[in-house]
């Protein structure tokens, strides 16, 4: 476990995450994912702080079949686009967005397993049958 610090591109939200790349991260395929070519890492509970930005965030909630109300936020700098992270729940998760942390070395992101998961069928645990562009 290691705490990182991120960022959004223009520097407005700012956050600290203790994550264990070493213990995976995902890749999706579900519709959200592939198109922000979101590349996560799972902070649980107090292991996400964010330090700065709150009104910079922008927050599009979706809520997956069978929740009664959103579940999951989406959450983008209004100023430079940027998707940090996502909240799960009542701040129950985040998935941290690996590009951007700004202290993660290229040699962690290299040797950090990746979870191909997928999500377009919701089989989160099952691997995707094609990864080569997720």
Sequence with gaps: ??????????????????????AGTTR???????????????????????????????DYQR??????????????????????FTRGGDGEFHAVNLGCLDDATDLELAAAPVHFADGRHRAWEDDATATHYI
Excluded: Q
């Excluded at 476990?1 to 070493?22: N, P, R, W, Y």
């Excluded at 809520?63 to 940090?84: N, V």
């Design 63 to 84: 809520t997956p079949a069978g929740r009664p109300e959103p579940y999951l936020h989406f959450l983008f700098c209004r100023t430079c686009g940027a998707r940090p």
């Design 28 to 58: 999706c395929n579900c519709s959200f994912c592939r198109k922000a070519r979101f590349w996560m890492a799972f902070a649980r509970g107090d292991g996400f702080r964010l330090r700065t930005g709150l009104d910079h965030l922008v």
């Design 1 to 22: 476990m290691k705490t990182f610090h991120g960022s959004c591109i223009c520097g407005a939200v700012t956050f600290e995450a203790d994550l264990d790349l070493a």
